[in-house]
């Protein structure tokens, strides 16, 4: 009959072992959320319709409106693109209200204000809708704050190069760009890439294939490298 103290101690080291099995999943799927979101939020329908040029007005519309604003952007500063964009707006709706007071002048009809359908809509925010939206920043917030302290603090030694990795690349990428010039490429990207894509599916799908597989033999024989006690330790 076995001991009560090794059979407590055996008890101890498969909790212990369980313990660490549940935290690698929990960190895996909370890495997973993490970057998953930004492609989600890329996937939805209504964008994933857009960028694919489903309806090709729609989205003439949205790339060539996104494209001069940022391309005005890099021009000017945004306080005279947004104060140029108001006046505009301006401009358009005070000549359309004096055109509408002239011609109702002129037939002598009494139709009233040309915007009044417009001015009886309720533009307010609900509260409910409100907090719906801030509770969901809150928690994109929260699990940004979360992967940051992972990260800076080196809970994985791995993650945390590629990190630095990334962030020594995008400094060249930041003495060759600017913001506004990424963004635009950007907008220029995220609407010619995908109707690409899902012409050559087939083709580039195998060379991202082969293109992760060498990504993944490098980090593995990076990790090989490492010594023992810096080695990637996640359960598989």
Known sequence: ???????????????????????????????????????????????????????????????GVSLLLLLSLAAFSVISVVSYLLLALLCVTISFRIYKSVIQAVQKSSEGHPFKAL?????????????????????????????????????DLVDSLKLAVVMWLLTYVGAVFNGITILIL?????????????????????????AR???NTTIAKLQEKLP?????????
């Open 1 to 63: 009959m076995a001991d009560p103290m090794t059979q407590s101690s055996q008890i101890s080291s498969s909790q212990g072992l369980n313990d660490g099995h549940s935290a690698s999943s929990k960190d895996s799927k909370f890495s997973d959320s993490f970057f998953s979101s930004p492609v989600s939020l890329i996937q939805s329908p209504q964008v994933n319709d857009l960028v694919h040029w489903r309806d090709p007005k729609k989205s003439g519309v949205v790339f």
């Open 119 to 155: 001015m009886e809509k309720d533009v307010t925010v609900p509260p409910e809708t409100f907090r719906k939206h801030v509770d969901a920043c809150l928690s994109h917030v929260n699990r940004v704050l979360k992967q940051m302290s992972r990260l800076f603090l080196v809970e």
């Open 186 to 210: 950007a907008d220029i990207l995220l609407f010619s890439v995908p109707p690409v894509y899902e012409k050559n599916k087939t083709q580039i799908d195998r060379y991202i294939d082969i």
């Open 213 to 215: 597989t060498q990504i």
């Open 228 to 236: 023992g006690a810096m080695k990637r330790c996640k359960a598989e």
